[in-house]
């Protein structure tokens, strides 16, 4: 009786669970993914198991598997990973979304039963020798009852239900291979054509998909009154029927969307949106043709009013001492009108600014401390939805002449930069939720991230994360750190990547985070002068290191190679990337002593060892390090090149020179 424990990674030689037929409940507890069962048998639980099969993905070493009768929800996982499994028993749940490929694909498959679930999508095709009941005359809905491709509208839909973690509500009702006939949600015309999308209120959670594009005949979107996050996908802009398009009352983040005028849009209720601003003729994020609750243009006009009286009269006390008073006032007046300028422009009036009072408000009057810097700290916070946030108040400006002329702490540099990170949008970046700027008062508002940096999970002599988790983790980061420096609208150099800024989410996915050295350049810009880069000792690369004997770095996104290259020799080993008695923070006092057991063949870890061919992968993420922390930048990888290194075989990745310190 009760939930299963979540102590399986306790237990290193335990291979077989036997806990059927019992009275168990709730979900499959995290530590299954760093165990090394191979025998789980879960299966008719008196009160019912829940929640996804996730997890089985990262159980690597499964063999046989039942689950049967409970009421476990959601996609089966990609178990491609999973190549010693034989027997996977699912049926009797509510499972729902497309039978993956990589099940089928799997080689020593001999005996599937996911019968009576929600199943959807093509017929699955497995091998002749397979014992397969796919319940083709049960509760499952799959487009044909032979194998072959659904139709392209089905498919299309799929897509869009898979983004919302295809929700039992399509999967019960959405049956055959046309979505005109009796699909619930979905209304066509007399041709066939699909002209009406209608979630309202549905309680979906998930994304919008990008596959909303592909349905080229819809007049009208509603999504209003979910629980949808992310960004709107641009392909909505692609469709020339489209006539209403309906996302408020969700929790969107990102830029809207450039619609045509003709759209009549509405996304009230979402307080991270960022309207597009281009010409003048796209929507607001409250409506266009579409009666909003309030107006934002008055309120925030009366504000911005009073907010420069209080910052006139705040600089004629705080400069009060310095040479020369006329002269400051007038370029601090100069700078806020800039700064406030640049605000709009960027069109932050609303959705995304705070103003110091509702960050205080937040962070429960700074109550919770999560961490310090040596640009702020950070505290524990939450939004009015109870949405869980990490609030940096950065270190106040002296408010001198000195600080208006240099560029680390302008005000215009400070909300450029703020602009190109909420443009962001990436699984492996930690999610910008809004920011605060008076005057002197700065913050960066983040999602909050429960199970901290990975600083934490790596300093130990002993990992405290499985082999493949440290894996996924070293791809994941090298994929965030892709998508800063080719992904975005502008090329972002972070130039402070360490383990510490690096944070977890609940399933340990990597967040890269702390923007607070992070450079915006062009994309078709390579090097970047600045007079002033800071960062931390084992992790900065010598070109950076130069400013010391300079006063001027010439920084590019090399540069961050060179710290995850580092990083990965940290996670790797587990030692302090710098010597306590030499001040060159670009040197590895182990590095010399590494490539030497490279060159030997003689490489060990802690931290791989639970993985098969341990000492391939360990040599491969080695040789991936060596090549990232060359001197020279032009012998240094870019991110993209690291990532099919890293994914590709070892024979792909060539012996580097070793790394001159």
Not at 630 to 659: A, H, T, Y
Request: hydrophobic share 35%; glycine share 8%; net charge neutral.
């Amino acid at each position: 009786m009760g939930s299963i424990p979540d102590i399986f990674d306790s237990f290193p030689r335990l291979v077989d669970v036997y806990l059927s037929n019992n009275n168990l409940t709730g979900i499959l507890p995290k530590s299954f993914a760093r165990s090394k069962v191979q025998n789980l048998w879960l299966n008719d639980q008196t009160s019912k198991l829940s929640g996804t099969i996730e997890i089985l993905s990262s159980m690597t070493n499964l063999i046989k598997v039942s689950l049967a009768g409970n009421l476990f929800n959601g996609p089966i996982p990609n178990m491609s990973n999973c190549i010693n499994l034989e027997n996977l028993f699912l049926q009797g749940n509510q499972l729902t979304g497309v039978v993956p490929t990589s099940l089928s694909n799997l080689p020593n498959l001999s005996v599937v039963s996911l019968q009576d679930n929600f199943l959807q999508g093509p017929l699955p095709l497995f091998r002749f020798e397979v014992d397969v009941d796919l319940g083709v005359n049960t509760t499952n809905n799959f487009c044909l009852d032979y194998v072959g491709p659904c139709d392209q509208k089905v498919t299309t839909l799929l897509e869009i239900a898979e983004a919302f973690g295809y929700p039992i509500p399509l999967a019960r009702s959405w049956q055959g291979n046309d979505p005109c006939k009796g699909w619930n949600f979905i209304t066509c015309d007399d041709g066939s054509k699909i002209r009406t999308v209608n979630f309202t209120k549905q309680n979906f959670r998930g994304t919008i998909s990008p596959a909303f594009g592909n349905l080229t005949d819809l007049q009208r979107l509603y999504l209003d009154g979910n629980d949808l996050t992310g960004s709107i996908p641009e392909s909505l802009t692609t469709l020339h029927e489209l006539e209403v398009v309906d996302v408020s009352h969700n929790n969107l983040t990102g830029n809207v969307p450039n619609f045509s005028p003709k759209v009549k849009f509405n996304a009230m209720g979402n307080d991270f949106l960022v309207p597009f601003r281009g010409n003048g003729t796209a929507p607001s994020p409250y409506s266009t043709g579409m009666t909003a609750k309030t107006s934002p243009s008055t309120p925030w006009i009366a504000g911005l009013a009073a907010a420069s009286v209080g910052i006139f009269v705040a600089c004629v006390v705080v400069i009060y001492k310095s040479k020369s008073l006329r002269k400051i006032m007038l370029k601090k007046t100069m700078v806020d009108r800039k700064v406030e300028g640049l605000i709009q422009s960027h069109g932050f009036m609303v959705q995304k600014r705070y103003s110091y009072s509702q960050v205080k408000k937040m962070t429960n009057s700074f109550r919770e401390e999560l961490g310090k810097g040596a640009f702020g700290v950070v505290y524990k916070g939450s939004l009015s939805n109870d949405r869980q946030v990490a609030v940096k108040i950065l270190k106040e400006s002296k408010n001198n002449e000195k600080e208006f002329n240099g560029e680390e702490l302008k005000g215009e540099e400070f909300i450029n930069e703020v602009a190109s990170i909420i443009g962001t949008s990436h699984v492996n970046i930690v999610p910008f939720l809004g920011f605060c700027y008076e005057t002197n008062k700065r913050a960066l508002i983040y999602e909050f991230m429960p199970n901290g940096s990975l600083d934490k999970f790596i300093n130990e002599e002993v990992c405290k994360l499985d082999g493949s988790s440290l894996y996924q983790i070293i791809i994941g980061i090298a994929r965030g750190l892709e998508y800063l420096h080719w992904g975005c609208n502008t090329k972002i150099l972070h130039l402070d990547i360490k383990p510490q800024n690096i944070l977890l989410d609940e399933d340990f996915v990597p967040k890269i985070a702390d923007f607070g050295l992070a450079k915006i350049c062009a994309k078709k810009k390579s090097i970047v002068c600045l007079q002033y880069v800071g960062g931390t000792p084992g992790y900065i690369a010598p070109e950076v290191y130069s400013q010391i004997h300079t006063g001027v770095s010439q920084v590019s996104h090399k540069s961050d190679v060179y710290s995850y290259g580092k990083l990965i020799l940290k996670v790797m080993g587990g030692k302090k990337n710098y010597n306590n008695k030499d001040l060159h923070t670009s040197e590895m006092y182990f590095t010399d002593w590494i490539y030497e057991e490279l060159e030997q063949d003689n490489l060990s870890t802690r931290c791989l060892t639970d993985i098969d061919d341990e000492n391939d992968l360990t040599k491969k993420i080695i040789l991936v390090s060596m090549w990232c922390i060359q001197k020279n930048p032009s012998d240094r990888p870019c991110m993209k090149k690291v990532i099919e290194m890293l994914e590709g075989p070892l024979d792909s990745v060539p012996f580097p020179p070793k790394p001159e310190s």
